[in-house]
Structures are given as C-alpha cells and as structure tokens.
C-alpha cells in the first residue's frame, strides 16, 4: 500500500540554525500539507501546497517558514532560523484530489525536532 | 470558526469492554468529520470518515461512529476493547472549500489516550 515517507524521524538542531524536513508523498497525490504537534498538545495545521504554490496557512506558518516541491517527488519544510518553540512533531500529509467528494488526507510517520 | 472538543483526554477500559471516545465540534456549516489513530512512534491512520449520506459509519477494526448534527458530536465507539486497540485518537474536522479548490485543512481535537487492561 503506497504510503507517505518522511525524513528524517528524528532532528536535533541549534537554535537559530536552519532545518529542512523532508517528505515524500504518495505519488499521484495533488494536495500536500504539513502540520505539527507540539509535545502534550493539538495537532495544528501549518500549511497547504497546491499546484506549485501555498494555498493556505495558518498564523503559525510565518516568515521563518517556507515549503516547496523542487522535485517531482519530494515536499519539503524549511524553518530558517529555529526557535525554542520550533520543537515539535512535524506531520506531512498528502492528498489525491477527485471532484466532489472529501478524500482522505494520508500523513506520514513525522519527524520529531528538537532545537536546543 | 472550526473547533473539536475531546473529552477526557484518557480512558481506561477493560479488555472485553465497549469503548466509547467523546468528540464535539462546532462549525458554521455541516463539516466533514474524522477520526484518527496514532500509535506510538507511528503518524496519523485514518479510522474512518463522515463526508454524505449514512450518519452512522463505520471504520477499520471494528470501530464506529454516528454523526448527530442535533447534538453536534461524532462519537468513536466500539462493542468490544482489544488491547492492540491501546492508542491516540484524535477527532478531526474540515471544511471544504467547495469553491476554492478544496483545500481541506484538517481541525484536530487535543486527543484521546486509550489504555486497555486486561
């Protein structure tokens, strides 16, 4: 069953230092997304990427992030300059798109960060 | 705006025993709602959906949920706990943006933790 890869599973970082997390989604796949998980609390969106550019994001999503697809396979989250606060499980998810009906969103396995 | 409310963020129940995970939501229009489960170190499985049609739906091992519009909830259950059942559950709710493409960002609930002891 095709499913959505992340890497890496786990990143120690420096505050202050850039991050690059990496996933792949499921390959015919149009709609991407990325949330997070800060330890203990919600799952919070972050960001949806549609046909090359963002569609949506949320107030968290500022300018110290940034998403793209520099390939025609791989979907990346980039944090320029981590903060304390940045630490957390980051979720990429990904989803066909069919007229009409809401399709599932698959996410993947996360990678957790940690910034120092 | 959106919102989930879980209640009881742990539940305990015995093997053998129904499980029953509480989920409320608030939206301005009829949303479409889901629940996931994450095991430990594993990402977000889908257990099942409501988008249309039947309100009562039913999902991967065994579980169910009924979408009542009247009390704004869609609880999780299930007749009979089996400790692989032994999880995260997060309710979750989206809004489609029927006319902008459908983007669909997913609203979670702070989650559930199911313990089940033998």
């Known amino acids: 069953e095709p499913e959505v890869t992340q890497t890496p599973s786990h990143q120690v970082t420096q505050m202050g230092q850039e991050v690059i997390l990496r996933c792949v989604p499921i390959s015919n796949h149009l709609y991407f997304y990325w949330y997070r998980q800060i330890l203990g609390q919600k799952v919070e969106f972050l960001v949806s990427f549609y046909n090359n550019e963002i569609s949506e994001k949320s107030e968290i999503f500022d300018d110290q992030f940034s998403v793209e697809r520099p390939d025609g396979s791989n979907f990346t989250l980039k944090i320029r300059s981590t903060k304390l606060e940045d630490s957390a499980m980051y979720f990429c998810a990904s989803r066909v798109r069919t007229s009409g009906e809401q399709e599932t969103q698959y996410f993947g396995p996360g990678t957790r960060l940690l910034v120092l | 705006a959106q919102s989930v409310t879980q209640l009881g963020s742990h539940v305990s129940v015995s093997e053998g025993a129904l499980v029953l995970l509480r989920c409320n939501y608030s939206s301005s229009v009829p949303p479409y709602l889901f629940w996931y489960v994450q095991y430990p170190n594993q990402g977000l499985q889908l257990l099942l959906k409501?988008?249309?049609?039947?309100?009562l739906v039913k999902g991967i091992n065994g579980f169910e949920a009924e979408f009542k519009k009247s009390e704004t909830s869609f609880h999780l259950t299930k007749p009979s706990a089996h400790m692989s059942d032994a999880a995260e559950y997060f309710c979750a709710v989206s809004l489609a943006k029927l006319f902008s493409g459908g983007y669909n960002k997913l609203i979670f609930g702070a989650g559930t933790r199911l313990a089940v002891h033998p």
């Open positions: 409501y988008t249309t049609g039947a309100t």
